[in-house]
């Protein structure tokens, strides 16, 4: 027998232990597949209007892919590295020579590692059509996916990860050299110390997550605002989030300690006082789990968000499928020339909107657009008969009536957390080439009838007013028009842009519609499988964590045996620890995730519904978590309870 037939019975034999490492490197192999082999699908490519952008896109979250799969291999290994210390340690006591040892672990992580990759090669080949196919999907594609191989995508998958596996493979062998022969035997009987609960530390932990929520409802208009609380929101909660567990849970176990009645209890002394040993141990890797949680599901929420509420975006940016500043001649007739042409898309409603567009004094409104000076900001002005027509025509709510000097605001788009007490009895100073006219607001109204522009401030006027400040500052007519199925209207679509300059600011429902759409597919798809990445890799963390101790602690286990606690008893404590362990980070990754989430809407990186995606991410997320859980109670309990 060779070697490399005792490295390979060494695996086989070891199967049960590394099926989990085996399962998550799979995993990981036809994910990081996945995103290659889409960069190439000419599918895809046909589809998308920014290829290039995708494959930007795919590329930079392939080096995410890979740097997070470096790291948790190399944790994975270390953790079959400190179960192997006391074989390895054996082998050496027989008389096997250091570097036959080192042959022999190098060999057996390139056989796992190889197979791992061989299968998950495989997978992904299998696999990539229906990737293809969810993504198509998402992109409300019709087009049909043919099963193919890209060379080049496995070719690039088996070379980054024989990297990964080559690097792993000389820690392996290095193992027998690191560590004195007393050290591998005995390397399962460190003790843990007691730890000490500072109340200083956890006041400050305390204090800390307090401050970073709290910055999160603050208002952040100005770019320096910005800029300063979205950098303390975030070292604040680094910061809090490690001493919370280094010391603040600690001190709740400490705490907790102190109710006799509850701490004397069935099996409670034995699995507070577990998890009083090991929770200073495991302060890193908790720490680690609960921000990637958070990242993880603030991530995916936003992705989720994008796609679910890109209609409704694509609605409140382009209220009409077309809309252009009529030039009053050839751009009207070749305007009507292509709707007129579009027969499977015909027009059902058109208006003319006169706008006046001029600057007027903002200064006294909750909002102001940013680069403008509030007493110098571009304004544009409706009549409120006009709006009130269209508006009504194409089903908004509220309708404006004013009279004499009145005025409605418009709300910003990207300005959500505007109320009408914001508005309500402050003026607006127009800026007319005659004379100035003080305007004061009366009414707040939810939609707009234009399309979205920056700067994004409107205000509807009386029709008397309108029409005395027309008389001073001719108005821009804005022909729109609805089309039946306007998401599909592709074709006519791509001509009228094609007619757009810097005057005419001709734009298009189906344009807007589908940059979303293509963002927001790309987005999801991405940050999804990036999310089940770090979601089984941070379970797996876990769950080699857990077995390790399980190990350490087998001997205490068969004491507890000897001297009368039954096996129930043992398994309901180990149920209790574990979830323990699993809950705390969850739980804080969801909450941080929560003011992540918010102060990404205060600053206005996302909007449109959130309840719906949060709280579907967030579930599935639990489920994941939970089916990790009930694995490692389970290989805890079969090993400190046989």
């Known amino acids: 027998m ?19 490492y085996f399962v998550s490197m799979i995993f990981s192999v036809v994910i990081y597949y996945t995103f290659v082999s889409l960069q190439y699908s000419e599918e895809i ?24 799969v470096a790291v948790f291999i190399w944790y994975s290994n270390s953790f079959f590295t400190r179960k192997r210390k006391k074989e390895v340690g054996l082998y050496s006591l027989l008389g096997m020579r250091k570097r036959t040892i080192g042959k022999m672990l190098f060999y057996e992580n390139l056989i796992m590692g190889a197979v791992g990759v061989a299968i998950g090669v495989v997978f992904g080949t299998l696999l990539s059509k229906l990737f293809t196919m969810i993504f198509l999907k998402l992109l409300d594609s019709a087009i049909n996916v043919s099963f193919s191989i890209s060379l080049q995508a496995i070719l690039n998958t088996v070379i980054v990860f024989a990297v990964l596996i080559l690097f792993t493979s000389v820690q392996a062998y290095r193992l027998i050299y690191r560590f004195k022969l007393i050290e591998l035997f005995q390397a399962e009987k460190e003790g843990d110390q007691a730890p000490k609960a500072s109340v200083m530390v956890a006041s400050l932990a305390v204090l800390l997550l307090a401050f970073s929520y709290w910055l999160v409802f603050q208002p952040m208009t100005t770019n320096e605002q910005m800029g300063r609380n979205m950098l303390l929101f975030i070292v604040a909660l680094i910061a809090g989030t490690y001493f919370l567990f280094h010391s603040a849970i600690v001190w709740l176990l400490r705490a907790s300690q102190s109710n006799k009645s509850r701490y004397y209890r069935g099996m409670n002394v034995i699995a507070t006082s577990q998890l009083l040993f090991r929770i200073k141990g495991n302060t890193r890797t908790l720490t680690m789990i609960a921000l990637l949680s958070a990242i993880t599901l603030s991530a995916v929420g936003v992705g989720y968000s994008m796609y679910y509420s890109n209609e409704n975006n694509a609605d409140d940016a382009a209220p009409f499928s077309y809309s252009y500043i009529s030039d009053g001649g050839a751009l009207d007739k070749q305007v009507e020339q292509i709707l007129a042409a579009d027969t499977e898309h015909p027009v059902t409603k058109n208006f003319a909107i006169p706008v006046i567009r001029l600057k007027a004094n903002t200064a006294a409104l909750a ?3 940013s680069n403008f000076p509030p007493d110098d900001t571009p304004l544009k002005l409706i009549a409120a008969s006009k709006y009130n027509e269209v508006s009504g025509a194409i089903g908004r709510k509220g309708r404006a009536q004013l009279t004499d000097n009145q005025a409605a605001a418009i709300r910003p788009r990207y300005a959500t957390d ?7 009895g402050r003026s607006v100073t127009i800026k007319a080439p005659q004379a100035d006219k003080d305007v004061s607001l009366v009414q707040f109204l939810e939609s707009n009838v234009l399309r979205w522009t920056f700067p994004d401030v409107t205000i509807v006027v009386s029709d008397r007013l309108f029409d005395e400040i027309a008389g001073q500052v001719p108005p821009d007519i804005y022909h729109v028009y609805q089309v039946e199925d306007q998401q599909t209207a592709k074709a006519s679509s791509e001509q009228l842009t094609g007619l757009a300059t810097e005057e005419n600011q001709m734009s298009s429902y189906y344009a807007v519609y589908r940059d979303g ?21 941070t379970g797996s963390i876990i769950y080699f964590k857990q077995l390790t101790e399980a190990r350490s602690d087998q001997g205490r286990y068969d004491i507890l045996r000897k001297i009368g606690v039954s096996r129930k008893d043992i398994r309901i404590s180990v149920a209790k620890q574990t979830f323990f362990v699993f809950a705390l980070p969850l739980v804080i990754g969801i909450l941080h995730s929560s003011m992540i989430l918010k102060a990404l809407s205060s600053i206005n990186l996302i909007n449109g519904s959130l309840t719906t995606p949060i709280m579907t991410s967030m579930a599935v997320y639990v489920v994941i978590y939970l089916i990790y859980y009930v694995l490692t109670v389970q290989s805890f309990n079969k090993i400190v309870n046989k």
């Open 45 to 68: 490519q046909a589809t998308m209007q920014s290829s290039q952008v995708m494959s930007s896109v795919f590329m930079g979250a392939s080096i995410v892919l890979i740097l997070f």
């Open 517 to 537: 759409l293509e963002d927001a597919a790309l987005n999801i798809f991405v940050l999804g499988f990036l999310g089940l990445v770090f979601l089984a890799a």
């Open 367 to 369: 909002y102001n657009p």
């Open 418 to 424: 505007l109320t009408s007490s914001d508005y309500a």
């Open 2 to 20: 060779t070697l490399f037939d005792i490295a390979k019975k060494n695996v086989t034999g070891n199967f049960k232990s590394y099926l989990l």
